[in-house]
């Protein structure tokens, strides 16, 4: 890794208490979509640049163009982001990553690496960077490399970080067998192995961790059984039936106090599970999950969604999917370039309505 660092330690102290300033109209095409840590804004990355949307109002808060942007991370609702180039342009190499300072409109830091940059993941004590065969953590506050991990194939650049700041934990899949779903827990303040999960018999898809980091979500390749384990035990709690039918998993959200769950595939449809002391079941220590007999377990004791939605663009095009806070919204925001808001009954459940839809692209 090489770094290139200006005052940092004075930069990051203003970056963290400023907010975004108002851009100009969105681009074209989506590259990459993700939500904010509490799910208040929502950054695009397109062919041009990128550009964050307040989700609450749904108003454009910033723009940049110069230029393809693959991933584009915010932390909280400060100005500073994390951003890496989509490879579309020689000055935006997908193996270099950039802390943005939005409001000074400038980088306050740069990262290179060998091979290109799958993921990123923030919070406000810890960066992490996931490339196919290793993983990098870095303190946020110096941008100094804790530590580097290697790890076994890694093609979608799966990781997830829990956003406390006192107990932070990383989990990213590791292939014991060949095809094989566990993950690794690894605790990223004191950066030592937690455990070892076998959550799932075929390749992990997703996996994310609720906001205090006491839960673990996974999704496989095959994508019918959703599993959440308790962390740091690692003790599985869950078993959530989306379906019979494979799929795959487009994404995995907790709500804010990890009551609810929820998932999206490619089957056009979000199934939303509530995590309540009812549907929890008692699982035997050490069991092999994936085995004949879990299956045949699975397909009795798996819990069915409390509320579902179905979508009006087809399955097959690409969303992410969260639960703000209040349980009271589900949003959706898709690779075709629009944000749906849908209404949701945190005490009955059921078919969740559509109440606004929203453009994130030129028509």
Not at 75 to 86: E, H, K, N, P, R
Not at 184 to 202: E, F, Q, R
Request: aromatic share 8%; with cysteine; proline share 2%.
């Amino acid at each position: 890794v090489v770094s290139t660092q200006s005052t940092w330690d004075d930069k990051m102290m203003q970056a963290s208490h400023e907010t975004l300033s108002y851009g100009k109209e969105p681009g074209e095409r989506v590259l990459c979509l993700s939500f904010n840590q509490d799910c208040s804004c929502l950054a695009v990355g397109t062919e041009e640049g990128f550009k964050i949307f307040s989700c609450e109002l749904f108003r454009k808060c910033y723009e940049r163009k110069e230029g393809g942007m693959g991933i584009v991370c915010m932390l909280y609702c400060t100005s500073l982001l994390a951003i890496v180039g989509a490879g579309q342009q020689a000055a935006h190499s997908p193996r270099k990553l950039q802390l943005y300072n939005s409001s000074e409109q400038k980088s306050i830091c740069e990262l290179s690496f060998m091979d290109s940059i799958l993921n990123v993941k923030l919070n406000k004590k810890r960066l992490v960077v996931a490339l196919e065969y290793k993983l990098h953590i870095f303190d946020i506050s110096t941008m100094k490399v804790l530590q580097a991990i290697e790890t076994t194939s890694n093609p979608k650049g799966l990781i997830g970080l829990s956003m406390n700041e006192d107990i932070s934990y990383v989990a990213y899949p590791w292939s014991s067998e060949a095809g094989s779903g566990d993950v690794i827990v690894i605790d990223a303040i004191n950066l030592h192995k937690v455990s070892v999960i076998k959550a799932h018999k075929t390749a992990l898809s997703s996996l994310v961790f609720s906001n205090d980091g006491t839960r673990l979500a996974t999704a496989s390749a095959k994508g019918t059984v959703i599993r959440v384990f308790d962390i740091p035990e690692s003790r599985l709690v869950y078993a959530l039936r989306r379906g019979s039918v494979p799929a795959q998993i487009y994404s995995l959200s907790f709500n804010h106090t990890a009551t609810l769950l929820c998932v999206s595939s490619d089957k056009g449809t979000i199934h939303i599970f509530k995590l309540t002391t009812e549907s929890k079941k008692s699982y035997k220590e050490g069991r092999n999950v994936g085995s004949i007999s879990d299956t045949l377990s699975n397909m009795w004791d798996s819990v069915r969604d409390f509320a579902h939605i179905k979508l009006r663009s087809e399955g097959t095009i690409r969303n992410i999917c969260v639960i703000p806070n209040g349980d009271a919204r589900v949003l959706v925001a898709t690779w075709d370039g629009f944000l749906y808001q849908y209404s949701l009954d945190p005490t009955n459940g059921g078919p969740c309505r559509l109440e606004k839809e929203d453009r994130l692209l030129d028509s």
